[in-house]
């Protein structure tokens, strides 16, 4: 597609778009944020890319709960994945927030050891911008784990509304739109595309 989205692009690229004077880097962070769906998917798609690699990968969720039993934590078990859910569902469900504050607080703890332990290549800390944006965690501790990991530990994380301060130390970030969702049309959450 051209700039404008309307309009199909009718001509290939004649012109390498990769800038001059790529270099390597030790890891990486990532970001997948925005109002579309596709954040955990798309770092799920990099667990499978980074297990191929034989990469030792460890997934915290921060949502989700223990209880749920979704697709991608089966392969990842499967696939030796350290996984970690230490939410208690969408907080419209709960009964009990403050409960939930404590699982969050409890499960950051739990996923910054795993960071700082340099014993995973790829660390995903999936649907943690929420806790950072509802204060539920300290936003600066976040920040300041991630700058200071070991050297070869890949982070990703996702959910919407990044903070800037974690928009602003990462090395790619994507934002997913939402142009159309399944939802809006009465369609409910389907296993094997959903979860």
């Known amino acids: 597609m051209s700039d ?7 001509e290939a690229l004649t012109d390498d778009p990769r800038p001059d004077g790529l270099r390597s880097a030790d890891s990486l962070v990532l970001v997948n944020t925005g109002n579309g769906k596709g954040k955990s998917s798309a770092a799920f ?12 990968v460890a997934v915290a969720q921060f949502i989700k709960s223990s209880e749920w039993k979704v697709g991608e934590e089966a392969i990842g078990r499967k696939l030796g994945v350290d ?24 499960g950051w703890t739990a996923a910054k050891r795993l960071i700082e332990a340099g014993e995973h290549d790829l660390v995903i800390l999936d649907e943690l911008t929420y806790l950072c944006t509802w204060g539920w965690i300290d936003q600066q501790d976040v920040v300041d784990t991630i700058t200071s990991r070991p050297r070869h530990v890949n982070v990703i994380v996702t959910g919407r509304d990044a903070p800037a301060e974690i928009v602003a130390i990462a090395d790619t970030v994507t934002e997913m739109t939402e142009v159309k969702h399944a939802y809006q049309q009465g369609i409910r959450a389907k296993r094997g595309i959903d979860y």
Do not use: C, K, Q, Y
């Open 4 to 10: 404008d989205a309307t309009t199909p692009t009718t």
């Open 45 to 56: 798609g990099v667990m499978i890319r980074a297990l191929a690699a034989d990469w030792n």
């Open 83 to 106: 996984w970690h859910a230490f939410g208690d569902g969408f907080t419209w469900d709960s009964d009990n927030l403050d409960d939930d504050r404590a699982h969050a607080r409890e």
